[in-house]
């Protein structure tokens, strides 16, 4: 697409439950990264792809998350159990490739936990 | 850890006026990057110096870099109500992961 989409856009949910989120990035970027954004803060990085595989998963909080990509496309990023600490904007971003800047962002996923 | 701190962390001025904002880093890197964001939307890239530039212009906007001070600094020259956003500050750490610092949150008044 012409840009990185994400989806949904808002995502309102108890404690407790699943989430998953959603990012497409443009077409034909081998590297997506995943990146939250707690409220007036910077960005926290998460984790991030080249091509399906993840490097580099070290800024996953906790086992509860966990992200996948397939196709080199889409990615999905799952939070089991949330807690209300994990209420935040979730950022996605793609690039041709791993190192290679800038970096193209979605608008996000803000997501809100009861 | 952070690898970019943004300085000031707000700032408000006139329309029309300049506006600086700072961003220190603690390591080597090989490029640093700026970005705004708008509220409730994502970051827009809006320029990149290499570590062997010292300064670099793009429209109303002056980066510099002092890889001697680990500090950039990011200046908007005749500011406009539109660049009221929060501009974050971005470098690459080792393993090319890029490290965003916090923001800076600038308000353009009337």
């Known amino acids: 697409g012409a840009g990185v989409s994400q989806s949904p856009s808002n995502k309102v949910t108890e404690k407790g439950k699943d989430v998953e989120l959603r990012c497409d990035p443009i077409?034909?970027?081998?590297?997506l990264y995943w990146y939250r954004q707690s409220l007036g803060q910077g960005l926290e990085f998460l984790i991030y792809f080249q091509g399906n595989s993840a490097p580099d998963k070290s800024g996953l909080p906790s086992d509860r998350f966990s992200a996948e990509r397939t196709g080199g496309s889409v990615s999905t990023l799952t939070i089991q159990r949330t807690q209300q600490e994990d209420s935040a904007v979730y950022l996605c971003?793609?690039?041709?490739?791993?190192?290679?800047?800038?970096?193209?962002f979605g608008d996000g996923t803000r997501l809100s936990i009861l | 850890s952070q690898q970019g701190e943004e300085d000031p962390q707000a700032l408000s001025i006139q329309e029309g006026e300049n506006a600086t904002m700072n961003c220190s880093y603690k390591?080597?890197?090989?490029?640093l990057q700026w970005y705004r964001q708008n509220s409730g939307r994502g970051l827009v890239h809006l320029i990149l110096i290499r570590s062997n530039e010292r300064e670099k212009h793009s429209g109303r906007l002056r980066v510099t870099l002092d890889t001697s001070k680990k500090s950039s600094s990011l200046l908007i020259t005749a500011s406009r109500a539109a660049d009221t956003a929060s501009y974050f500050c971005?470098?690459?750490?080792?393993?090319?992961?890029?490290?965003f610092g916090k923001g800076t949150r600038l308000h353009i008044l009337p």
């Open positions: 971003a793609s690039s041709i490739r791993q190192g290679v800047v800038p970096q193209h």
């Open positions: 971005a470098t690459d750490a080792r393993d090319d992961k890029i490290i």
């Open positions: 077409s034909g970027h081998t590297a």
């Open positions: 390591t080597s890197i090989n490029n």
